[in-house]
């Protein structure tokens, strides 16, 4: 056994694990979400997998726990079209449950989740999650 062959296959094996944790550091997995594995997102666990994706603080500029409709506006940027298309266009309004003119954490992220609860079942199945995977990611809607 030579000291290359060990250079070689101690890279080898290197490349082989960077390759396969890449996939799971890019992507929201649907697993990490599902704490209870039930196959589907409840709303609790989505609070959970919400927050820790970090969109709301991203959004809050001014760290005050409220979104503003300034804030909102420069969150959604350029994907208005596909905003609108997601969550209609009237969702600032509608998420703001008590009619402050603020969201909260919980109002954002209810409205949110309503948004990809396409069936309306009350729960975000896999499919369902896709969506907002791809959101989350980069250059998606939220792309935090
Ligand atoms: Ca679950
Ligand atoms: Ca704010
Ligand atoms: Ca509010
Ligand atoms: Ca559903």
């Given amino acids: 056994m030579t000291m290359n062959w060990l250079k070689t296959t101690a890279s080898a094996a290197a490349l082989v694990l960077a390759v396969?944790?890449?996939?799971?550091?890019?992507q929201e997995a649907f697993s990490d979400w599902d704490a209870d594995a039930s196959g589907s997102i409840s709303e609790t666990e989505w609070n959970t997998g919400w927050s820790d994706a970090g969109v709301y603080d991203a959004w809050d500029a001014n760290d005050d726990n409220a979104i503003s409709e300034d804030e909102w506006t420069a969150g959604v940027g350029e994907n208005e079209e596909l905003w609108n298309e997601r969550f209609g266009e009237t969702a600032y309004g509608d998420w703001d449950a008590d009619d402050d003119g603020a969201?909260?954490?919980?109002?954002?992220?209810?409205?949110?989740?309503?948004?990809?609860?396409?069936?309306?079942?009350?729960?975000?199945?896999?499919?369902?999650?896709?969506?907002?995977?791809?959101?989350?990611?980069?250059?998606?809607?939220?792309?935090?």
């Fill in 103 to 144: 969201l909260t954490e919980e109002e954002f992220g209810s409205g949110v989740y309503a948004g990809y609860d396409a069936d309306e079942s009350g729960v975000i199945e896999e499919p369902e999650f896709g969506d907002a995977g791809d959101d989350i990611g980069d250059e998606g809607l939220f792309d935090v």
């Fill in 20 to 26: 396969a944790a890449g996939p799971a550091i890019a």
